[in-house]
């Protein structure tokens, strides 16, 4: 969850493949703990991330460097043949590199090179159905990167993470 997320415990045990009463004494651990906070909805227990807790950056940085869409997306791209780089971009490569904001909606990812682009689609939408959040690819060509254009001057400003291969302007 990046900052600001909210989910139910019943969303949460489901996602994780656990029993609802397993999730439950885990989530009671995590805010005894002060890492998660709730709030009542109804009769809905929304959880997030506790932001006064000192814990929960680095618990966040080591959770989305090991389960996240970096991992995810590294395993995928990196079986695919023409992929020569590619890296995560927009809102959630900023938050991910500490920038404020809001929380992202989707994840955008850069792929350089001549790949087949539905084995590319097709990778990002297994990692979507992992993150639970739309992953959006983008293909461009080693000279399509080059090119000098207002979108690409936009990310090569802004922060990129690396999945595969070395950024091409560094």
């Not at 460097?65 to 490569?93: D, K, N």
């Not at 938050?95 to 084995?119: A, C, F, K, Q």
């Amino acid at each position: 969850m990046l900052e600001g997320d909210e989910i139910s415990l019943a969303d949460l045990a489901t996602r994780s493949g656990v029993a609802y009463p397993t999730a439950h004494r885990e989530v009671a651990r995590l805010i005894a703990a002060g890492i998660l906070v709730e709030r009542l909805v109804g009769r809905t227990r929304m959880l997030r991330a506790n932001a006064a807790s000192p814990l929960v950056p680095p618990l966040r940085e080591i959770l989305l460097i090991a389960t996240g869409p970096v991992a995810l997306l590294t395993e995928e791209l990196a079986q695919i043949a023409g992929i020569h780089a590619s890296f995560l971009y927009g809102s959630f490569a900023a938050r991910m590199r500490g920038v404020d904001g809001d929380s992202p909606n989707d994840i955008d990812v850069m792929v350089i090179g001549t790949p087949d682009p539905e084995l590319v689609y097709d990778a990002c939408d297994r990692v979507e159905e992992s993150v639970h959040r739309p992953v959006n690819a983008t293909i461009l060509t080693p000279d399509e990167l080059e090119a000098d254009s207002a979108f690409m001057t936009q990310v090569r400003a802004s922060p990129v993470v690396p999945i595969v291969g070395e950024l091409p302007w560094e």
